[in-house]
T-cell receptor, first 110, second 114 residues
Framework: GEDVEQSLFLSVREGDSSVINCTYT??????LYWYKQEPGAGLQLLTY?????DMKQDQRLTVLLNKKDKHLSLRIADTQTGDSAIYFC??????????FGTGTRLQVFP | GAVVSQHPSWVICKSGTSVKIECRSL??????MFWYRQFPKQSLMLMAT?????????EQGVEKDKFLINHASLTLSTLTVTSAHPEDSSFYIC??????????FGPGTRLTVL
């Protein structure tokens, strides 16, 4: 079946690193994505990783993929208050259908 | 980068009326567009896949006669919520795939049915 799970809430201090985790069940996914949703806005694509990669770094963002355990993580270095939002992971199926996780609310406090 | 727009961004309507939401890919052609629905504090749920020039493919549990999808051109897909009721109030988001199969999301449309 198709199921993507995330923890619901994460709170970090400004300047610390945040790690948001995601697990998925379908091993046939092609791409895995991280999206950011700020209050009242649509999704913004942050980064993505092809399913045959282990790691991708993009400025403050680092994506790690453990395909054996079907585990995906997003690390945000030097987290800022502007990073407070809901983060969704999603897997892309061969049909291009996107399966989203439940979203993790990241709260950054000073 | 590629831009997808939605119109309107927010609509309030009376129960029983129909509402049309437009999704446009502004600078690329999209043979496939997707319509999602987001309930408060929940993840996005795929409603249907909209293919240009053909009938949409609906996900299980989504009423095709209630959520009418038309994909008349390579840059426009519309979602019409017919005979809307308060339980249809939600945030509707579309996405469009480019030639590299990268998906771009619209800003969403907030529907409130009174």
């Amino acid at each position: 079946g198709e199921d993507v799970e995330q923890s619901l809430f994460l709170s970090v201090r400004e300047g610390d690193s945040s790690v948001i985790n995601c697990t998925y069940t379908d091993s046939s996914s092609t791409y895995l994505y991280w999206y950011k949703q700020e209050p009242g806005a649509g999704l913004q694509l942050l980064t993505y990783i092809f399913s045959n990669m282990d790691m991708k770094q993009d400025q403050r963002l680092t994506v790690l993929l453990n395909k054996k355990d079907k585990h995906l993580s997003l690390r945000i270095a030097d987290t800022q208050t502007g990073d407070s939002a809901i983060y969704f992971c999603a897997e892309s199926m061969i049909s291009d259908k996107l399966i989203f996780g439940t979203g993790t609310r990241l709260q950054v406090f000073p | 980068g590629a831009v997808v727009s939605q119109h309107p961004s927010w609509v309030i309507c009376k129960s029983g009326t129909s509402v049309k939401i437009e999704c446009r890919s502004l600078d690329f052609q999209a043979t496939t567009m997707f319509w999602y629905r987001q309930f408060p504090k929940q993840s996005l749920m795929l409603m249907a896949t909209s293919n240009e020039g053909s009938k949409a493919t609906y996900e299980q549990g989504v009423e095709k006669d209630k959520f009418l999808i038309n994909h008349a051109s390579l840059t426009l897909s519309t979602l019409t919520v017919t005979s809307a009721h308060p339980e249809d109030s939600s945030f509707y988001i579309c996405s469009a795939g480019d030639s590299n199969n990268e998906q771009f999301f619209g800003p969403g449309t907030r529907l409130t049915v009174l």
